[in-house]
């Protein structure tokens, strides 16, 4: 099979992840709970896996909330730090994990939510338009840092440095760039990342990551309570980051698999030089139509098209059939597609890892 479905979950896992997640589902016990070898071993996996978290992402390993995706993370970021009353931005190419904690609490009436333009074409316009979004009222900004539909990276850093102001908080969802380009949270301006485990970084699913701006403080309200393995008198839990998100038992066999994968993370060159070929070879071809790509923007190896006169999911059917994995439709992100004009159509997504090769690229020119 020729994988191209990476932006929905990195494949294939290494034989290190799995073994990692064998070993600790035979000899890890409850962490935090007990004093004992095997709780202590699963102890040291959590660890190991913040630690490594926080160095390629430029935090510290109490500023790492382990989750089991970057869904779950972005629920814990916007739910608990927003603002009641407030205004909360967000661009016109956010995934439903951004739009729906977002649309939900609008619905409550506990926000505002305003939409700025992200212009594919032209970074200064993008930053220009964020801050012309920026009111007084404006407190949040949750904001993907590529697009899951057609991988244009967005001037993160720019458009933090434009708002001017220290308390206005900014979350950016890091799904798609997390494992493809470095990202150091300090550079960035924002105050929290969140990613998956499963995609770019190449862990198992059902893993992610909330990871905090290591110089700032933040007070977060809880998003589910429970168990936390301190302060067990306390009817409520506990203020201290991270567990003061972390309620209940972790996945740890998950954690394990995770933290063996971000031994294996390298930004290799070559994936972009492969993402070139292929889209090179596309445009060549008058009959494909290639969807938010702009020759003078920053991207992750992710494209969308259509071909002229065929159905989204009859391309998608007929590359599975040659044995192409890809996906097609609106990849949980209606609003994306609208900004690029295939909200009635969907698409065809390709999106390819470290592990591709130019042969498969040049399969899969012939076979569309």
Known sequence: MIYFDNAATGFPKSASAANAMRDACLCCGNPGRSGHLLARRADEILYNCRKKLASLFGSVPERVILTKGATEALNYAIKGLYREDSEVLCSNMEHNAVMRPLQALRMCGEIVLKQFRAEIADDNVTVDNFRLAVGKHSDMAVVTHASNVCGRVLPLAEMRAAVGRE????????????????????????????????????GPMGTGALILHPDRAYSFCTIIEGGSGIDSRAISMPEVLPERLEAGTPNVCGFAGLCAALDEVTFDTDEMHLYQQLVDGLIAK???????????????????????????????????????????GLHCAPCAHRALGTL????????????????????????I
């Not at 799904?175 to 949270?185: E, F, L, N, R, V």
């Not at 938010?292 to 071909?307: C, E």
């Open 167 to 202: 308390d206005f908080l900014m979350i950016a969802d890091c799904s798609q760039t997390a494992g493809h380009i470095p990202i150091d949270i300090r550079q960035l301006g924002v105050d929290a990342i969140c990613v998956p485990g499963h995609k770019g970084l190449f």
């Open 286 to 328: 008058k009959e494909i139509r290639l969807h938010g790509y702009h020759a003078h923007g920053a991207y992750v190896p992710t494209l969308l098209i259509n071909k002229q006169n065929r159905d989204c999911e009859e391309l998608a059917e007929y590359l599975a059939e040659n044995g192409v994995a890809v996906r097609a």
């Open 344 to 367: 009635d159509s969907g698409g065809v997504r390709i999106s390819l890892s470290k592990h591709n090769t130019e042969e498969e690229i040049q399969r899969f020119l012939q076979l």
